[in-house]
């Protein structure tokens, strides 16, 4: 997924974490992770 893809989801933050993209939806007090992310930590 490119950064382009993820704007077709509307309101959400993308963070570049250096281990993959981590997607975070601003109506979600702590985020959590998006399709196809790798470096959410788990």
Known sequence: MSKEDY??????VIEDTGYGFRVAP??????GCGG???GCGH
């Open 7 to 12: 704007t077709n989801y509307g309101d959400i």
């Open 36 to 38: 196809g992310c790798s």
């Open 26 to 31: 601003e109506n979600q007090a702590d985020g």
